[in-house]
């Protein structure tokens, strides 16, 4: 009969039992902790977009209060061979009764914007035309069969991210009205 053997350490079968089992729970818990870090990733993504989704509305809403009217008219300058989404008449403080107007249209996958620049305390600037790029990875769309002039509109503005290799859209829908009423 054999007794305990003393300063006896594990066998060879335990360390190999204890060493699968440990490796199949940090398995386990390395593809949890992805599947978090790929949802709140997913998470913060959306709500970046919602974020900037709030930012283009507010700049569209307030280009449209100001306006007249909204349509799909060719633009003027530099603005008339734009292939346009959403044009929006706008008075011209400097020329009562010769209105500007502002374009909105897709060039790729950006949304441009052309017309008279604005100032940093938010007016107009009419003597000073501008084409550029409003935002990247976005693009405007209206209710087929839209054209105008109307005064109000709804519009969709869909957002494009690459998250992680993959596409990421976010789409959003708005109603504007203009303030005013002058057709």
């Known amino acids: 009969m054999a007794g305990p053997r003393p300063n006896a350490g594990f066998t060879l079968v335990?360390?190999?039992?204890?060493l699968v089992l440990g490796g199949m729970l940090m398995g386990l818990a390395s593809s949890v902790i992805t599947s978090h870090l790929r949802t709140t990733q997913k998470q913060s993504e959306l709500q970046r977009m919602r974020d900037h989704w709030g930012r283009i509305n507010?700049?569209?809403?307030?280009?449209?209060?100001?306006?007249?009217?909204?349509?799909?008219?060719?633009?003027?300058?530099?603005?008339?061979?734009?292939?346009?989404?959403?044009t929006i008449t706008v008075p011209n403080p400097a020329a009562p009764g010769s209105p500007g107007r502002i374009l909105y249209y897709n060039n790729g996958v950006d949304l441009w914007r052309c017309g008279p620049s604005v100032n940093r305390d938010g007016t107009l600037d009419f003597a000073n035309q501008t084409d550029g790029i409003h935002v990247e990875n976005?693009?405007?769309s209206l209710p087929s069969g839209f054209t105008g002039p109307t005064d109000t509109t709804t519009y969709t503005v869909t957002l494009r991210s690459w998250d992680g290799g993959s596409?990421?859209?976010?789409e959003e829908s708005s109603s504007?009205?203009?303030s005013i009423r002058s057709f």
């Open 167 to 170: 596409l990421f859209t976010f």
């Open 14 to 18: 335990e360390r190999l039992v204890t």
């Open 176 to 178: 504007a009205r203009t």
């Open 138 to 140: 976005a693009s405007l």
């Open 58 to 86: 507010f700049f569209l809403e307030t280009e449209i209060r100001e306006g007249q009217s909204l349509g799909t008219e060719q633009g003027e300058g530099i603005c008339a061979d734009k292939s346009r989404v959403l």
